[in-house]
């Protein structure tokens, strides 16, 4: 059920899925919640068996020990997922963040000139900060292409 779940969302263009026991499925998709009303109701015992059968089996006693889990799941023909798995009234639930596959060109993300010269720095650090979703990964991984592209003898990879 999770991986049928997972798909469409992704299909749909979804940033995040959320599971939640005593709620439908959710997605996120431009900045709005949309409950999947097509799924029934999640329990948190049905919630718990998904969430084992998709995370490692050496992170079992991970998530059980400590009551959350973060790892990456690969989708076949979907792309990656990032998920944080976590314990909660009611029982456990999940978060998934979709991670895109092609990285955008700096020049299209609409962010200032001068971010863009920091990949012409010889040294230095730079921080991206904001809120969840605001596109701090997504603005690293376009400075990284952008040095890989104009700087060959200082390929970065992540």
Do not use: C
Request: net charge neutral; hydrophobic share 40%; no cysteine.
């Amino acid at each position: 059920m999770i991986t049928q779940i997972l798909s469409q969302a992704v299909e749909s263009g979804a940033s995040d899925i959320i599971i939640s026991p005593g709620n439908y499925p959710a997605i996120k998709k431009s900045g709005e919640i949309v409950y999947l009303k097509e799924y029934d109701i999640l329990t948190g015992e049905l919630i718990e068996k998904e969430i084992l059968s998709i995370i490692p089996e050496t992170m079992r006693n991970n998530l059980k020990e400590d009551l959350e889990l973060d790892f990456s799941l690969s989708l076949q023909w979907h792309g990656r997922l990032r998920v944080n798995a976590f314990k909660q009234k009611g029982g456990f639930g999940l978060v998934f963040r979709t991670i895109p596959t092609d990285i955008p060109e700096f020049d299209t993300l609409g962010i200032p000139d001068v971010i863009k010269s920091f990949s012409d720095r010889k040294a230095g650090l730079v921080l991206i900060t904001g809120w969840v979703g605001s596109g701090k990964s997504t603005t690293l991984a376009s400075l990284i292409n952008e040095i890989n592209k104009h700087h060959k003898k200082h390929i970065i990879t992540i």
